[in-house]
């Protein structure tokens, strides 16, 4: 395990960053900050990972096709309004507030991303996202990531940011990061916006293959939802100014700054399932036993995102029935006679069967805001882990009128 230090700081942590957040009313009716961007002082190497929705916005794929390039200066996000199923229009606005953002800080539209995020089916305010574009770039600050971290938010109650300082042979680097996402929460890719900053030296190739590898044991391990967004992308921008030595991979510090990535996304996605659209519960679904870990994921998946289950851990109704039901339809084989289940530490199923345990004893544990459920399903080597939330009233209320 890498002895990674938290610092203040977000996505301005690592050398060489910038950051802002300023308000240009594209909520409608509403004085919330709702453009953000982040800025290297220096051309940096970018990866992303993108959503696989077939109505990709038009942002996500103009920021796409910039990380597969591998180079980028900046990235800028606006929110409540997706710019999402918006035709050609969509996507000349998208290549517009690149231009925007390029003119204003002096460098080529080719190393700027942009993201969207909020209602779908509506076009851009552009003169809005250009008053936000040149009040961003008037506002840039080494302590601009809070202002950012907001400025993205939509239906988010609290912004989310992190910063860590990563311990090399020679030297240290940093990984700063803010995220958003709180509903339209389903793993295939990324899930949700976060932008990820580091002063660490990387190509293009190694720093891409480490990013897809965190994302997979993080950002895609959570449900707040079952759906996922025609917006979700996550971003990284490494410009090298630690002045540590290149990462190269295959060493001890490429492993390590690897590790440590993989620790602030994590990070970043437990904290979009606390702050989950009418979310009450933080649950973890352990799976063990199964014959590989891809079937172990299969099972985690399963109970995180049953409805049933959820509704389960928002009534603090120890149903080890609905669990072992998810389970059961995951596509993956076991013997449901070898099946266990726990709440924490305490079993509620015991081999295929009702444990005998204390129903007041598991209801008083799932009132917790945090619990765990255990699932073991044989004596396989696969094991996995995902982050649920329950499904409140507070959810239905959210969604309901989200658009109107």
Request: hydrophobic residues 45%; negative net charge; glycine residues 10%.
């Amino acid at each position: 395990m890498t002895d990674t230090t938290k610092v203040a700081g977000g996505v301005c942590a690592p050398r060489g960053f910038r950051a802002s957040g300023v308000a240009a009313g594209i909520k409608p009716g509403s004085a919330e900050k709702d453009c953000a961007l982040v800025v290297s002082l220096a051309r940096a190497v970018a990866a992303g990972t993108f959503t696989t929705n077939r109505f990709k916005s038009p942002p996500a794929q103009w920021s796409e096709n910039i990380c597969r390039h591998g180079a980028a200066r900046a990235v800028f996000v606006n929110s409540g309004n997706a710019n999402a199923c918006t035709g050609e229009q969509g996507m000349a606005d998208a290549v517009a507030t690149a231009e925007e953002v390029a003119e204003a800080l002096g460098f080529a539209s080719q190393e700027v991303c942009v993201l969207s995020t909020g209602v779908i089916g509506v076009p851009l305010p552009m003169d809005r996202i250009a008053e936000g574009v040149r009040g961003c770039a008037g506002a840039l600050s080494e302590d601009g990531s809070h202002d950012a971290a907001l400025a993205i938010m939509t239906t988010d109650t609290v912004p989310k940011q992190m910063a860590l300082e990563v311990p090399l042979r020679s030297g240290a680097v940093r990984i700063g990061a803010i995220a958003k996402g709180s509903g339209m929460i389903c793993p295939n890719m990324a899930t949700m916006i976060a932008l990820i900053t580091t002063d660490a030296a990387v190509e293009a190739a190694p720093l891409a293959q480490l990013l897809r590898q965190a994302v997979a044991v993080s950002f895609n391990r959570i449900s707040i939802d079952n759906d996922m967004s025609t917006s979700d992308a996550t971003i990284v921008l490494a410009n090298g100014a630690s002045g540590a030595p290149a990462l190269a991979p295959g060493s001890d510090d490429f492993d390590a700054f690897g590790e440590a990535l993989r620790e602030v996304c994590t990070k970043m996605a437990q904290a979009l399932v606390r702050d989950g659209e009418g979310a009450t519960k933080f649950v973890e679904i352990a799976v063990s036993g199964a014959a590989t870990d891809e079937d172990a994921k299969a099972i985690a998946r399963a109970v995180a995102t049953s409805q049933l289950c959820k509704t389960a851990f928002f009534g603090q109704d120890p149903n080890w029935g609905r669990i072992a039901c998810a389970a059961g339809y995951a596509g993956v084989p076991f013997d449901p006679s070898h099946v266990s289940v726990w709440l924490d530490d305490l079993a509620i199923m015991t081999k295929g069967r009702a444990a005998d345990y204390d129903e007041a004893e598991a209801e008083a544990r799932m009132r917790r805001p945090e619990f765990a459920i255990r699932i073991e399903v044989g004596n396989g080597p696969g094991t996995s882990v995902y982050w649920s939330s329950d499904l409140s009233h507070k959810y239905v209320e959210i969604n309901a009128d989200y658009r109107t």
